[in-house]
């Protein structure tokens, strides 16, 4: 004679049962993808160390208040110019030659690396700078800067 | 083909054949030439709003998607003034729509205007947006509309109009601004809107848009109404010209289909297997959107389909094994549940014998639930006492037509219904029970010339649209439909040559038809002789006749005869083995067909072979190594019975809430509190779980994977939504548990593996494999080997010996009727918004807000002569029990006819009020056979139906939107026009 009943008793799983159960599931899950949680570890460290974390923590914490303000704050007019030329600068660098200028920005890192191991305090006069001129790498480089002063000036 | 050759059509100065008549956008866009087009889409065909698809032919220009072509037609779509003009058009779209697209919910790679204007490579917009002096409406409960956002193509118009047939949605273009408007301009929850959700689905846009997709299908979309407004201002300063717009906004698209999962799933709501992809981000359900290529439904749906999911994350849902323990349930882990099953089974199976037992199937769960249901019964325990619900309802109709054709099944396909010139239906609320399939008749009729006949007790809304509308007495459709095929054959209107060729028996057949002469059936019916004699006429004029009914004709004592005498008349009248024509029992539950196709029958293995067949029987033991008894099982009804003579004393009973829907519940539940063992599965507590003695949680079709088969004998995948809610499992999943358990060597690791085992055994299904099932195809058994399926039967000839159909003699008596004391004739059925017994859809907040209450539907001469009015309370008298309910006075029911919904429950439930009788051929109850009388509680009330319910709606019948309104108003020039005049 089964009568019809409503009442469920729940089933109590005791605090410590549930803990072990939840933290074997979490031991299977990392077990499982050993690599990329080591990987996420080294991601957090580096974060952690430039402080990106802190504030990426914070961000989160009160996204739309901090969306509010941002997108209040930029919408003000004297970022108007700004953002338009976001665009523009992106436009601009669709125009950029990057082959020619990867070339240039690899002789600038020689010469600022040059420049870097010599005494700051040295003087150089007229003649040091004659002389300099027929160092056939100075010439090449005072070569190329007048050319690049030709092509800038050109209507 | 020779037709065809003459049609050439040049196009940009390539030549293209066309097919005679076709509408130049199609060819267009099969000739891969890129024109723009917004309002026109192939499943609603063109609606002419948008002006976009401007193109030159013979020198002048003309929308394309107006234009039908012909032969040496020369069209060009590039010339600079055509491509003016498109750009004028589109122009003109974009200061009705403002491009915010990053925040916008509608950003999800699909939607129309970005993509055309995408694609047209428009950089910048002539003329600035300009907003419109109107609010959203958001009254409704599932949908809202953004008349700022909103372009006036007109396509959820015209689906509204022509497609779904609700006539709700017009275009007010006499307005200074005009806006599309509800019914005669009143906020979408006050309307005649039945929230089928198909103008959301079709907009193109983000104008009408399903409430579940707001805040949720972006990354930036969940803002503050004002914060939002600033970021649009924010995106259109930073996105200057729609290129960077566009790559921004594509890429945060991009970003979401990593968010959002799509997922292919078919509907569990009724027959008709509408399929559609399920957008969900974790089990948050989003919304649902059909495809075209949906085979049964395309882009259609109704509300329960496209909103009617909520149940699925009730926070009522079972998450652990239930096991009854004197006053209380107690919850228990599987491993415990699963050996107090078999432990159970076992001690009643030794102790009283296999046929002590039975198990009940569900026609909600999958073909693959039911194939290993009976497979448990039959090879587990070794009894034939399995049956499932289809025995509710449509047991006759399959009787009646394997006395007649052989095959247990609709004859076509939902098109060919569409394809009818005819289409009569006997007992079906069409429009409720099987919304999207009322809808195809709705179209038919409303746009291609199709007549609609329909035979029914209540007016409702097929017959109110019907060409014809005839209220036969209750029970008394066999003779009517008897008496017109002696008609027929009196005036030697029979088709017969087909006869001759295909119909075997038929001098037996017109020897049993003379008792049925008109006066005879005229008496009987009501119906006047004259109108039959018309009806008989016209079936025999039309060139294709297709015959719908359901349960107003199964749930009768004689609805196994009633459903043979349909088919002999389609015999009679050569109306099988072609296009539109045939015979459709419309199945209600989403499964009822595969349910019983796939062997959850007493009777029968899968694909209908009998038990008692020895080669049959010994292929399965062969295959199964067991041994399976001769003589069919007991159905669901003779279980009830055998309970109470105490001949069973256990029952396993899957997804079925047999406390509340079978007939006379009061004989039902004194029946389970009998039982020794009572196993139930289901998603809920349900009022027949509460006499369990074990209750298994399963979980819903969006959480498994199997294949569920439509009215139209469609195979259909779905495939797993969400994951299960944790601690509930899939049906097939717990039987397997039970069934190792009990020593069964079964090891499934995928539904396809049982389908795969089904079609090893079952002819039927030979061909059926999911590779074949992949994705939006589906296969209509019989599938032989090699995957070839059947769309319309009998191709080939009948399933029987001689391949000939057979003419079934039947004989009628009168053996219902209202008395002096029970003087109210009770009908029932479904509502279009809730489910069956209603534990799914009353857990959908939009539905229980607009249909909260169960209610009594009274004729307003039966209100007048008992002095009630809206709102009384009543209480009805059956001689099996009593239920209480909520007068509505309303012209849908005549005389002395009552209805109540089947999703009434608890004092309201109808089978407290049903008997014992049953059809005497297949033990379905007799539900429509009920008298009762009536007792006045109170005089008057509150409605029972809110004002907000559509029922209450006033529609707006119009073809499509009236594009010529918006033509003829002063401030429109057709873009083609303005760039001539401009130069």
Same mark, same amino acid.
């Given at each position: 004679m089964a009568k019809s009943i409503t009442n469920i008793k729940r089933m109590e799983?005791?605090?410590?049962?549930?803990?072990?159960?939840?933290?074997?599931?979490?031991?299977?899950?990392? @077990?499982?993808?050993?690599?990329?949680? /080591?990987?996420?570890?080294?991601?957090?460290?580096? /974060?952690? &160390?430039?402080? @990106?974390?802190? @504030?990426?923590?914070?961000?989160?914490?009160?996204?739309?208040?901090?969306?509010?303000?941002?997108?209040?704050?930029?919408?003000?007019?004297?970022?108007?110019?700004? /953002?338009?030329?976001?665009? &523009?600068?992106?436009?601009?660098?669709?125009?950029?030659?990057?082959?020619?200028?990867?070339?240039? @920005?690899?002789?600038?890192?020689?010469?600022?690396?040059?420049?870097?191991?010599t005494d700051p305090e040295q003087k150089t006069s007229i003649l040091d700078l004659a002389k300099a001129l027929k160092d056939p790498e100075i010439n090449r480089s005072v070569t190329l800067m007048m050319q690049f002063l030709k092509g800038m000036g050109r209507q | $083909?020779?037709?065809?050759?003459?049609?050439?059509?040049?196009?940009?100065?390539?030549e293209y054949l066309a097919d005679p008549g076709q509408n130049l956008i199609d060819l267009i866009n099969s000739a891969g030439e890129n024109v723009p087009q917004i309002c026109y889409n192939e499943s609603l065909g063109p609606i002419q709003t948008c002006d976009t698809c401007v193109v030159q032919v013979n020198g002048n220009m003309q929308r394309a998607c107006g234009t039908k072509v012909e032969a040496g037609m020369k069209v060009q779509t590039q010339l600079p003034q055509v491509q003016m003009a498109q750009k004028e058009a589109l122009d003109r779209i974009l200061e009705n729509h403002e491009l915010y697209c990053t925040v916008c919910d509608y950003n999800n790679g699909d939607c129309e205007i970005h993509n055309t204007m995408a694609e047209f490579g428009l950089e910048h917009q002539s003329r600035p947006f300009q907003e419109k002096p109107y609010n959203r409406d958001e009254s409704g409960s599932f949908y809202r509309y953004d008349p700022d956002q909103c372009i006036l193509c007109g396509r959820c118009v015209e689906v509204c109009q022509d497609v779904q047939v609700n006539e709700t949605l017009t275009i007010d273009w006499e307005r200074k601004q005009p806006r599309v408007i509800w019914d005669n301009d009143v906020p979408i929850d006050q309307s005649s809107c039945v929230n089928c959700g198909q103008c959301s689905t079709v907009c193109p846009c983000n104008a009408m848009m399903e409430k579940g997709m707001e805040g949720e299908a972006g990354f930036l979309t969940d803002q503050e109404p004002g914060m939002l407004?600033? $970021?649009?201002?924010?995106?259109?300063? %930073?996105?200057?010209?729609? +290129?960077?717009?566009?790559?921004?906004?594509?890429s945060e698209a991009a970003m979401r289909e990593e968010r959002i999962k799509k997922t292919?799933?078919?509907?569990?709501?009724?027959?008709?297997?509408?399929?559609?992809?399920?957008?969900?981000?974790?089990?948050?359900?989003?919304?649902?959107?059909?495809?075209?290529?949906?085979?049964?439904?395309?882009?259609?749906?109704?509300v329960k389909g496209k909103f009617g999911?909520?149940?699925?994350?009730?926070? !009522?849902?079972?998450?652990k094994p239930l096991i009854r323990r004197g006053e209380t349930f107690e919850e228990v882990e599987?491993?415990?549940?699963?050996?107090?099953?078999?432990?159970?089974?076992?001690? *009643?199976?030794?102790?009283?014998?296999?046929?002590?037992?039975?198990?009940?199937?569900?026609?909600?769960?999958?073909?693959?639930?039911?194939?290993? $249901?009976?497979?448990l019964s039959r090879q587990i325990i070794g009894t034939n006492n399995v049956d499932n619900c289809s025995r509710y309802c449509q047991s006759p109709a399959t009787k009646g037509l394997f006395r007649t054709v052989g095959h247990g099944g609709d004859s076509g396909t939902i098109d060919d219904i569409a394809k009818a010139n005819l289409v009569l239906t006997i007992g079906s609320n069409t429009d409720e029970s099987h919304p999207v399939l009322a809808s195809r008749i709705k179209r038919s009729q409303k746009l291609f010339g199709q007549k609609l006949f329909v035979f029914d007790l209540r007016k409702h809304e097929m017959a109110r649209r019907a060409d014809r509308f005839y209220q036969p007495k209750s029970g008394t459709d066999l003779v009517w439909i008897s008496a017109i095929s002696k008609y027929i054959l009196d005036q030697g209107l029979e088709d017969k040559s087909f006869i001759e060729k295909w119909v075997n028996d038929f001098e037996a057949y017109r020897e049993s038809l003379q008792p049925f002469t008109m006066e005879y059936a005229s008496e009987l019916t009501g119906i006047p002789k004259e109108e039959l004699i018309e009806v008989a006429e016209e079936i025999v004029k039309a060139d294709k006749v297709s015959i719908c009914w359901a349960m107003g004709v199964t749930q009768h004592m004689r609805g196994s005869d009633t459903s043979t005498a349909i088919s002999n008349l389609l015999l009679l009248t050569g109306n099988y083995r072609k296009e539109g024509c045939g015979a459709y029992p419309l199945r209600g539950h989403n499964n009822v067909q595969g349910c019983s196709d796939f062997g959850s029958m007493p009777n029968f293995f899968p694909g209908y072979e009998e038990t008692t067949n020895d080669e049959v029987r010994e292929r399965y033991e062969k295959a199964w190594n067991c041994t399976i008894p001769k003589e069919p099982g007991k159905d669901n009804h003779q279980m009830i019975e055998a309970i109470h003579a105490g001949n069973l004393s256990a029952m396993y009973v899957i997804g079925e809430d047999t406390g509340?829907?079978?007939?006379?519940?009061?004989?039902?539940t004194e029946a389970f509190e009998k039982l020794d063992l009572f196993i139930v599965q289901d998603l809920f507590l349900t009022k027949t779980a509460e006499y369990a003695d074990i209750v298994l949680p399963a979980v819903p079709s969006l959480e498994k994977e199997g294949t569920f088969t439509n009215t139209e004998r469609r195979i259909q995948r779905l495939y797993k939504a969400l994951d299960p809610l944790p601690g509930a499992k899939p049906d097939w999943e717990i039987l397997q548990l039970v069934a190792r358990e009990l020593g069964g060597d079964w090891d499934y690791d995928h539904p396809s593996e049982i389908m795969a085992e089904a079609a090893s055994l079952a002819p039927l299904f030979a061909g059926v494999t999911y590779e074949r099932l992949e994705g939006y195809n589906s296969l209509q058994w019989p599938v032989a080997e090699d995957g070839t399926d059947e769309p319309l039967l009998f191709q080939e000839g009948f399933p029987f010996e001689d391949g000939k159909a057979k003419f079934f003699p039947l004989e009628y008596e009168l053996q219902y009727d209202t008395t002096e004391k029970y003087d109210l004739h009770v009908n029932n059925g479904r509502l279009l918004e809730h489910f069956h017994e209603g534990n799914?859809?009353?857990?959908?907040?939009? *539905?229980?807000?607009?249909?909260?209450?169960?209610? %009594?539907?009274?004729?307003?001469?039966?209100?007048?002569?008992?002095?009630?009015?809206?709102?009384?309370?009543?209480?009805?008298?059956?001689?099996?029990?009593?239920?209480? +309910?909520?007068?509505?006075?309303?012209?849908?029911?005549? +005389?002395?006819?009552?209805? *109540?919904?089947?999703?009434?429950?608890?004092?309201?439930?109808?089978?407290?009020?049903?008997? =014992?009788?049953?059809? !005497?051929?297949?033990?379905?109850?007799?539900?429509?056979?009920?008298?009762?009388?009536?007792?006045?509680?109170?005089?008057?009330?509150?409605?029972?139906?809110?004002?907000?319910?559509?029922?209450?709606? =006033?529609?707006?019948?119009?073809y499509s939107v009236n594009v010529e309104n918006k033509w003829e108003r002063d401030d429109y020039v057709f873009p083609g026009d303005q760039v001539n005049k401009d130069g």
């Amino acid at each position: 004679m089964a009568k019809s009943i409503t009442n469920i008793k729940r089933m109590e799983i005791p605090r410590e049962k549930q803990h072990e159960r939840d933290l074997q599931e979490v031991k299977e899950a990392v @077990t499982e993808n050993k690599e990329a949680i /080591l990987q996420g570890i080294k991601l957090l460290k580096s /974060l952690n &160390e430039t402080g @990106t974390l802190d @504030t990426a923590y914070a961000f989160s914490q009160s996204k739309h208040k901090a969306m509010k303000y941002l997108v209040e704050e930029i919408s003000k007019d004297h970022y108007a110019q700004m /953002l338009e030329n976001l665009p &523009e600068i992106v436009f601009m660098l669709g125009d950029v030659d990057m082959k020619s200028v990867r070339e240039a @920005t690899v002789r600038l890192n020689e010469g600022i690396q040059e420049m870097n191991s010599t005494d700051p305090e040295q003087k150089t006069s007229i003649l040091d700078l004659a002389k300099a001129l027929k160092d056939p790498e100075i010439n090449r480089s005072v070569t190329l800067m007048m050319q690049f002063l030709k092509g800038m000036g050109r209507q | $083909m020779l037709e065809r050759d003459h049609t050439v059509v040049t196009i940009n100065g390539r030549e293209y054949l066309a097919d005679p008549g076709q509408n130049l956008i199609d060819l267009i866009n099969s000739a891969g030439e890129n024109v723009p087009q917004i309002c026109y889409n192939e499943s609603l065909g063109p609606i002419q709003t948008c002006d976009t698809c401007v193109v030159q032919v013979n020198g002048n220009m003309q929308r394309a998607c107006g234009t039908k072509v012909e032969a040496g037609m020369k069209v060009q779509t590039q010339l600079p003034q055509v491509q003016m003009a498109q750009k004028e058009a589109l122009d003109r779209i974009l200061e009705n729509h403002e491009l915010y697209c990053t925040v916008c919910d509608y950003n999800n790679g699909d939607c129309e205007i970005h993509n055309t204007m995408a694609e047209f490579g428009l950089e910048h917009q002539s003329r600035p947006f300009q907003e419109k002096p109107y609010n959203r409406d958001e009254s409704g409960s599932f949908y809202r509309y953004d008349p700022d956002q909103c372009i006036l193509c007109g396509r959820c118009v015209e689906v509204c109009q022509d497609v779904q047939v609700n006539e709700t949605l017009t275009i007010d273009w006499e307005r200074k601004q005009p806006r599309v408007i509800w019914d005669n301009d009143v906020p979408i929850d006050q309307s005649s809107c039945v929230n089928c959700g198909q103008c959301s689905t079709v907009c193109p846009c983000n104008a009408m848009m399903e409430k579940g997709m707001e805040g949720e299908a972006g990354f930036l979309t969940d803002q503050e109404p004002g914060m939002l407004k600033s $970021m649009i201002e924010l995106t259109k300063k %930073v996105e200057t010209g729609y +290129g960077p717009l566009f790559a921004v906004s594509d890429s945060e698209a991009a970003m979401r289909e990593e968010r959002i999962k799509k997922t292919k799933t078919v509907c569990t709501y009724c027959g008709v297997g509408c399929s559609f992809d399920v957008w969900t981000k974790d089990r948050q359900i989003l919304k649902v959107e059909p495809n075209a290529e949906s085979p049964a439904n395309g882009i259609a749906t109704c509300v329960k389909g496209k909103f009617g999911w909520d149940y699925v994350n009730s926070e !009522k849902r079972l998450t652990k094994p239930l096991i009854r323990r004197g006053e209380t349930f107690e919850e228990v882990e599987w491993d415990e549940a699963i050996s107090y099953v078999a432990k159970r089974l076992t001690e *009643i199976k030794e102790k009283r014998g296999a046929d002590d037992l039975g198990f009940i199937s569900s026609s909600k769960a999958t073909n693959e639930e039911s194939y290993l $249901m009976q497979k448990l019964s039959r090879q587990i325990i070794g009894t034939n006492n399995v049956d499932n619900c289809s025995r509710y309802c449509q047991s006759p109709a399959t009787k009646g037509l394997f006395r007649t054709v052989g095959h247990g099944g609709d004859s076509g396909t939902i098109d060919d219904i569409a394809k009818a010139n005819l289409v009569l239906t006997i007992g079906s609320n069409t429009d409720e029970s099987h919304p999207v399939l009322a809808s195809r008749i709705k179209r038919s009729q409303k746009l291609f010339g199709q007549k609609l006949f329909v035979f029914d007790l209540r007016k409702h809304e097929m017959a109110r649209r019907a060409d014809r509308f005839y209220q036969p007495k209750s029970g008394t459709d066999l003779v009517w439909i008897s008496a017109i095929s002696k008609y027929i054959l009196d005036q030697g209107l029979e088709d017969k040559s087909f006869i001759e060729k295909w119909v075997n028996d038929f001098e037996a057949y017109r020897e049993s038809l003379q008792p049925f002469t008109m006066e005879y059936a005229s008496e009987l019916t009501g119906i006047p002789k004259e109108e039959l004699i018309e009806v008989a006429e016209e079936i025999v004029k039309a060139d294709k006749v297709s015959i719908c009914w359901a349960m107003g004709v199964t749930q009768h004592m004689r609805g196994s005869d009633t459903s043979t005498a349909i088919s002999n008349l389609l015999l009679l009248t050569g109306n099988y083995r072609k296009e539109g024509c045939g015979a459709y029992p419309l199945r209600g539950h989403n499964n009822v067909q595969g349910c019983s196709d796939f062997g959850s029958m007493p009777n029968f293995f899968p694909g209908y072979e009998e038990t008692t067949n020895d080669e049959v029987r010994e292929r399965y033991e062969k295959a199964w190594n067991c041994t399976i008894p001769k003589e069919p099982g007991k159905d669901n009804h003779q279980m009830i019975e055998a309970i109470h003579a105490g001949n069973l004393s256990a029952m396993y009973v899957i997804g079925e809430d047999t406390g509340i829907v079978d007939a006379n519940i009061n004989y039902v539940t004194e029946a389970f509190e009998k039982l020794d063992l009572f196993i139930v599965q289901d998603l809920f507590l349900t009022k027949t779980a509460e006499y369990a003695d074990i209750v298994l949680p399963a979980v819903p079709s969006l959480e498994k994977e199997g294949t569920f088969t439509n009215t139209e004998r469609r195979i259909q995948r779905l495939y797993k939504a969400l994951d299960p809610l944790p601690g509930a499992k899939p049906d097939w999943e717990i039987l397997q548990l039970v069934a190792r358990e009990l020593g069964g060597d079964w090891d499934y690791d995928h539904p396809s593996e049982i389908m795969a085992e089904a079609a090893s055994l079952a002819p039927l299904f030979a061909g059926v494999t999911y590779e074949r099932l992949e994705g939006y195809n589906s296969l209509q058994w019989p599938v032989a080997e090699d995957g070839t399926d059947e769309p319309l039967l009998f191709q080939e000839g009948f399933p029987f010996e001689d391949g000939k159909a057979k003419f079934f003699p039947l004989e009628y008596e009168l053996q219902y009727d209202t008395t002096e004391k029970y003087d109210l004739h009770v009908n029932n059925g479904r509502l279009l918004e809730h489910f069956h017994e209603g534990n799914m859809t009353y857990k959908v907040e939009g *539905i229980a807000r607009k249909t909260p209450n169960p209610f %009594v539907e009274v004729s307003p001469e039966l209100a007048d002569e008992r002095g009630i009015r809206e709102g009384a309370e009543v209480k009805l008298i059956s001689e099996a029990g009593e239920a209480n +309910g909520w007068v509505t006075v309303t012209e849908r029911v005549r +005389g002395k006819e009552l209805f *109540i919904p089947m999703s009434a429950n608890g004092k309201s439930a109808v089978n407290l009020l049903t008997d =014992n009788r049953v059809d !005497k051929d297949t033990n379905t109850p007799a539900y429509k056979e009920i008298a009762v009388r009536m007792e006045v509680l109170k005089e008057e009330g509150k409605s029972p139906i809110p004002s907000n319910n559509h029922r209450k709606g =006033n529609p707006v019948p119009q073809y499509s939107v009236n594009v010529e309104n918006k033509w003829e108003r002063d401030d429109y020039v057709f873009p083609g026009d303005q760039v001539n005049k401009d130069g």
